[in-house]
Structures are given as structure tokens and as C-alpha cells.
């Protein structure tokens, strides 16, 4: 039986070419989006706190416009 597990701990979005200028803070040709997904990939903590942040001030929003 082969071991089939990858060797590289190198999550896959940097093994694309042109994965250090799309992740790059400040590069001329990354969109917001491209750069967020590189962040979330990284550090998933912050994709959950950003969800939390938004759900917490939609709920403000509503509750002030329910006056």
C-alpha cells in the first residue's frame, strides 16, 4: 500500500504561480477580494470574527431602526 499524503505543509494558494504578488499587502495588480482569501486561507480565526463583527452590527442596525 503507497502513502498517498502530501509532503508539502506549503498550503496550495502559494504553490500557484503568482501567489506572492496576489497576497503581497499593497500589490498593484491584487484585487480585495484575492487579498481576503489569501488572509482567510491563512488564518481562518478571521473570517469567524469578521462574520461575528457583521452579524453584531446588522443587529444594531435593525434594533435601532425597530424604534
Known sequence: MTDDTPTSTVPAWEDSPGAA?????????SSV???AAAIVNERPE??????????LLLAL?????AR
Open 21 to 29: 504578488a496576489s497576497a503581497a499587502p499593497g500589490a498593484g495588480g
Open 46 to 55: 478571521v473570517a469567524v470574527g469578521a462574520a461575528f463583527g457583521g452579524g
Open 61 to 65: 442596525i435593525l434594533k435601532r431602526l
Open 33 to 35: 477580494q484575492e487579498r
